[in-house]
C-alpha cells in the first residue's frame, strides 16, 4: 500500500510526534509498504507527482526527543507560506494520493479531532479513531464527566476557564491544562501559593484547566485494541512523577509489563480500560492511564486515542507481552483502521 506517516506539528509533544513518526516509517518500509513520512505543518515542496515510487529517506533528522517541549515559534519560522496555515505545502495532496494515512501526531490539531474531521470531509482514510471520539477523549473536562456517568473512578476536579472565578482548599492537588498531552502543563501544587504559579503556568498551555485531587498511588497504562485490554504496565518513575522528561528520557522511569499486581486487580484494571474505551465511543486502539492509591482503589485519569510509538512508549511493550512485535503492530493498527471504512 501508498501510506502517508502524518507526524510533527504545531502542539508541544511536536517532538515526540516526528519519533514516533520515525518508528511507524521503518516498520511500515519493513513491511513491504511504499511510506512517505511527512511533517504535517512543514510540509512538501517538490512535486507530488509520484512520490511514493521515488527511493528516498524520509527520517533524515527526524525522530530526536529534548528533554524539554520543543519551541513552536522557532519551528514557525522554518514554515514557508502562511504560518498561521496548520497544514503545510503539499501536504494534503500528498495525503489524498495515499491508501491511507497513518496518523503519529499527538496533541493540540492532531488528537483533537481536527485533523480527522478535515480528513472526513476529504474522503482520505486515516488510522485509530473518529473525528468526535478524538475530541471528546483530548478534552479532560468532557471525559470526567462521561467516566463519572458510566461509574468510572477518577480524581473529583473542577474546570476553571482562562479569567473565571473559581475556588480550591484541597491540598496538595494537580493542575492541568484541559487539552493537553504527554504530562505537559501538569503541576502538582502544595499550597495556594504554588498554586497560582502553576495556573499561570497552566493557562500558557491553553485558555481551559483542570484542578482535580491528588492521588498518590502507583501509575498503570493499559492499552486496548478493538475493545480488548493489552497487559497492564506499571510506570515507576526515578524522581518525581511521570512528566515529560521521565516518559521520554531512556533510563528515567522503570516499566514492568506484565505489571507485578494481584491477579483480580489486573482483571478490574483492563475492564476499566475496556469500559472507558466504550464510555469515550473510541475506536480502533488507545491506551488508558491509571493511578492505584494505597487502599487499592483505582482511578482513571485520561485516555490516549493515538499513543506514543516511541522506543519507550508503552503500548509497544505491552504489544510485545502477547507476541505482538512493533513491525506487526503498526501493520495491525491500519488493518484495523481500514475496518471502520468497510462497516
Known amino acids: 500500500m501508498n501510506v502517508v506517516v502524518l507526524a510533527g506539528g504545531t ?30 505543518y512543514l510540509g512538501y515542496q517538490g512535486d507530488t507527482t509520484n512520490l511514493f515510487d521515488i527511493d ?24 514557508s507560506g502562511n504560518p498561521d496555515h496548520f497544514f503545510g505545502p503539499g501536504v494534503l495532496d500528498i495525503c489524498d494520493k495515499a ?28 488510522t485509530g479513531t473518529d473525528y468526535a471520539s478524538s475530541a471528546i477523549a483530548m478534552d479532560k473536562a468532557i471525559s470526567k464527566e462521561l467516566f463519572a456517568y458510566y ?29 493537553g498531552g504527554s504530562s505537559v502543563g501538569v503541576y502538582i501544587v502544595d ?6 504559579t502553576a495556573i499561570d503556568k497552566a493557562f500558557s498551555y491553553g485558555n481551559d484547566i483542570v484542578i482535580e485531587e491528588y492521588i498518590k498511588g502507583r501509575e498503570f497504562s493499559v492499552g486496548v485494541i478493538e ?28 516499566e514492568t509489563c506484565p505489571a507485578k499486581l494481584d491477579d483480580l486487580i489486573t482483571k478490574k484494571m483492563q475492564e476499566m480500560a475496556e469500559k472507558v474505551f466504550m464510555a469515550l465511543r473510541l475506536k480502533t486502539y488507545a491506551r488508558m492511564d491509571f493511578l492505584l492509591n494505597e487502599d487499592n482503589q483505582l482511578f482513571c485519569l485520561e485516555a490516549n486515542t493515538l499513543p506514543g510509538m516511541t522506543p519507550t512508549s508503552l503500548l509497544p511493550q505491552e504489544a510485545k ?3 505482538i512485535d512493533f513491525d506487526d503492530l503498526c501493520e495491525l493498527i491500519i488493518e484495523i483502521s481500514l475496518k471502520k471504512y468497510k462497516e
Open 11 to 40: 502542539s508541544s509533544e511536536r517532538d515526540v510526534s516526528l519519533s514516533t513518526g520515525r518508528m511507524i516509517y521503518n516498520a511500515l518500509k519493513n513491511k513491504g509498504h511504499k511510506v512517505i513520512l511527512l511533517d504535517v
Open 56 to 79: 528516498k529517506d524520509w527520517t533524515v533528522g527526524i525522530g530526536i526527543i529534548g528533554e524539554d517541549n520543543p519551541d513552536i515559534n522557532k519551528i514557525k519560522t522554518l514554515r
Open 99 to 126: 491508501d491511507i494515512v497513518f496518523l503519529a501526531l499527538h496533541g493540540e490539531n492532531g488528537e483533537d479531532g481536527k485533523v480527522q474531521a478535515t480528513f472526513d470531509l476529504m474522503g482520505i482514510k486515516y
Open 151 to 179: 461509574d468510572i473512578p477518577t480524581p473529583k476536579g473542577i474546570y476553571v476557564s482562562k479569567g473565571s472565578e473559581f475556588a480550591w482548599d484541597t491540598y496538595p492537588c494537580v493542575v492541568k491544562v484541559n487539552n
Open 191 to 196: 499550597s495556594p501559593k504554588e498554586m497560582e
Open 227 to 254: 475493545g480488548k485490554a493489552l497487559p497492564v504496565i506499571e510506570i515507576e518513575p526515578l524522581v518525581g512523577f511521570y512528566d515529560y522528561k521521565n516518559k521520554y528520557q531512556a533510563g528515567s522511569a522503570i
Open 321 to 323: 507481552v502477547i507476541g
